[in-house]
């Protein structure tokens, strides 16, 4: 614990709890809703320790309680957990290797993703993935288990404004990374895909469409080749020589107009 203090830091540490704490508040909710919609008790539970992923776990309990195929919300559970794919692809030091890739993976969620990827230090990195990981997998089912107990007494709990609470968290972790004028732009592309497709397409494909916005960075942070540097050159090169090497700059441009 005490490596762990010194790797993050006070104010890291103090971040991570607010958002597991307000995980289990979401847990709540989502374990209430469970429950009365008509599930069983022990579903929503079972689902927070085996699955450990919010916004796939509410879909299929949504599905289930609408009275559609179980089949079904499996799949659409599965579709939206897709995200987690370029989490892995991107974080492939931070979650582990060996057996505790498999531990590493199954704590992965948005918090944890989003912790880890606001260090570029691997330590730091890596120490934030598995503080935020453990406290969701504690936070998760706790509030899971705590919301279907209550589930009985409170049927509404869109009046409670809890499921605002979710998304409220993740735009409130990302928004310093939106100083920077790249990540800014992937987020308004993905935002504008997002939002073009949610009309057409059904719940789940918006957002998975939305991560063709990290094409952006790609593309601004793509080395030149040595053809395209060739090209810069040449094209700085005769610029120049446009120039009397005997003017100044004032002049050049004065003597240029007259030519």
Known sequence: MRTV??????G??????VVCLAVGVIGISYGASAVASGLPVWLPIALSVLVVAGSSELLFVGIVAAGGNPLTAVLAGLLVNARHL??????????????????GTHMMNDESVVFALSHKDLARSR????????GVLVCWPLG???GALLGTVVHDTDAFGLDAMFPAVLLAL?????????????????AAIALAAAPVLPAGLPELLALAGVATLAIRRAPHTPAVEAAEQNASASDGSTRDPGL???????????R
């Open 86 to 103: 370029p989490y892995g692809l991107g974080l492939p030091d931070v979650v582990g290797h060996g057996w505790r890739r498999l531990i």
């Open 127 to 134: 120490a934030a993935y598995r503080v935020c990981g453990v």
């Open 12 to 17: 890291q540490l103090r971040d991570i709890t």
């Open 248 to 258: 100044g700059d004032a002049d050049a441009v004065e003597a240029g107009a007259t």
């Open 5 to 10: 203090w010194r790797t993050l830091g006070r």
């Open 174 to 190: 990302v928004l310093p990374a939106l100083r920077e004028r790249d990540k800014r732009l992937a987020a308004l592309t993905g």
């Open 144 to 146: 899971a288990v705590l």
